[in-house]
């Protein structure tokens, strides 16, 4: 089946440490994107990648990174310059030529920092 | 900055009463989508709306896109336990897809 496959699942981190996330979608999408899920809040775009091999950042980038090696995958780095990493981390795709723009997401990473 | 406003954060129903969720931009939209995410779950979207003044249905789910295209709501008539959970509205500006905060529903069997 296709989908989008995040993981770890559940991440327990200790402060100073870097975190990579996993995302690997086999719905053959060119965008790709990492969101941020707080309580209480909607989803926060960190980055965004349209292409293989580029990728611009979002509203709250600071602290993470990302790579765009294959179309398939897109992995997320919490570095240790993220001040408040413990978060719910949600991966999503989009086919660029699809009418409604509707965003497939992953289950979702939760990482908590110690 | 570019934001879209969710209202109300909560809503406790009982089973079988009708809820609604608002959403309000102080921009124009070129399209407003939204998502429901059940508890411990991952968003997944239910529609998108595009024109001015448009109503769509699915199924007890009633979906408006306001005339001005800067604001949208949500109505669920006679909502069901199956109900439970966050909706969201996210609004294109300037080619940038904006969540609002989210309108958590909890039903009352």
């Known amino acids: 089946d296709g989908g989008i496959t995040q993981s770890p699942k559940y991440l327990f981190r200790k402060e100073g440490q870097n975190v990579t996330l996993s995302c690997e979608q086999n719905?053959?999408?060119?965008?790709m994107y990492w969101y941020r899920q707080d309580p209480g809040q909607g989803l926060r775009l960190i980055y965004y990648s349209q292409i293989v091999n580029d990728f611009q950042k979002g509203d709250i980038a600071e602290g993470y990174s990302v790579s765009r090696e294959k179309k398939e995958s897109f992995p997320l780095t919490v570095t240790s310059a993220q001040k408040n990493p413990t978060a719910f981390y949600l991966c999503?795709?989009?086919?660029?030529?699809?009418?409604?723009?509707?965003?497939?997401f992953g289950e979702g990473s939760r990482l908590t920092v110690l | 900055g570019q934001q879209v406003m969710q209202i109300p954060q909560y809503q406790h129903v009982q089973e079988g009463e009708d809820f609604t969720t608002y959403c309000n931009s102080s921009?124009?939209?070129?399209?407003i989508q939204w998502y429901k995410q059940r508890p411990g779950g991952h968003p997944v979207f239910l529609i998108q709306l595009v024109k001015s003044g448009e109503v769509k249905k699915q199924k007890r789910l009633t979906f408006q896109f306001g005339e001005a295209k800067k604001n949208s709501s949500l109505h669920i008539t006679a909502t069901q336990t199956t109900d439970v959970g966050t909706y969201f509205c996210a609004g294109t500006q300037g080619g940038k897809l904006i969540f609002g905060q989210g309108t958590e529903l909890s039903v009352k069997p």
């Open positions: 719905l053959n999408h060119d965008a």
């Open positions: 999503a795709s989009k086919d660029s030529g699809l009418r409604t723009g509707e965003l497939f």
């Open positions: 921009t124009t939209l070129s399209n």
